[in-house]
């Protein structure tokens, strides 16, 4: 509950001002890796959000995929425009948050973390049975009609993770945060302490599925296709707890500062291995592997420590 320093607050603001301008620039390859970052910075502030109350999400990609789906789909039956669509995504990430946490309400550590997981394989199977609705394993593409543009898509993102992040100082400034850390020690101390689990489990589930749910349907927007396996792709849950890890995981800064590591690291592998098959994602991997034994706090933690000397 510490203020941040005016150094943090300085570099906070010029990260943000620096994701808004780089879609101005003309430069592709930058307004790409701005894109992915941001996006990767939303997500992974969605499931920080979770783990700090204690709940660890294994198919974030759930709330990613449905929010894809929600705004594609209302795009080409409902013929809604872009920012106009990423309202239902919102919505729709809300209340299958809210939704879930109901319904694993007595569930605890790896028993709501799988059940996340299976969350997520059941809306991919269920989106490949229906193929008049979501075009099954062919997929549907966006109406090219409505399509925005690039710099509006490029520029949105940035904001959605401006927006979450925000959210999510807020929670970390309000007395919510100490409700939702007492139930991650330990949820049955904290009832004895007049904390409600499920109506603290249920909102922050509910924001964290909403955020989440938005980068989903902006990526869907930027890519202009989607089917199951790219909407309910593994790799997003994995990503979306590569960058707390990397970074700190439940601290304000560390999901943003490990997003930015973590685009980084796969850039630089790329480009110093990607003439071998495999070889950049091997390296990417031990990277991360040797970065997790090294620095068990993130990269905040060491950052911490170097100024405390």
Known sequence: MNP????????????????????????????????????????AISWNMMAGAGLVSLGHSAFWGLGSYAAILSANDLGAPFVVSLVPAVVAGGLLGAGLARMTGRLRGIYFAISTLATSEGLRVL??????????????YLDSTLFPGNAAISLAIPCGAIVAALIAWAISRSRYAFALRAMRNNEAASQMLGVAPIRFRVGIMAVAGAIASLAGAINAWHGGYLDPGVAFDLKTTIDAQIAPILGGVYTLPGPIIGAIATIAFEEFT??????????????????????????????????RKTRRR
């Open 4 to 43: 941040p320093s005016a150094a943090a607050i300085l570099l906070a603001v010029a990260a943000a001002i620096a994701a808004l301008v780089i879609p101005f620039l003309g430069m592709p390859l930058l307004t790409d890796i701005d894109f992915r970052i941001c996006a990767l910075a939303m997500i």
């Open 127 to 140: 989106a490949t049975m229906l193929p008049d609705l979501t075009g099954g394993g062919n997929g549907l």
């Open 270 to 303: 790329r480009a110093l291995f990607g003439g071998m098959v495999g070889i950049s994602l091997l390296v990417f991997g031990l990277v991360l592997v040797a970065v997790v034994l090294v620095l068990p706090q993130g990269l905040v933690g060491l950052l």
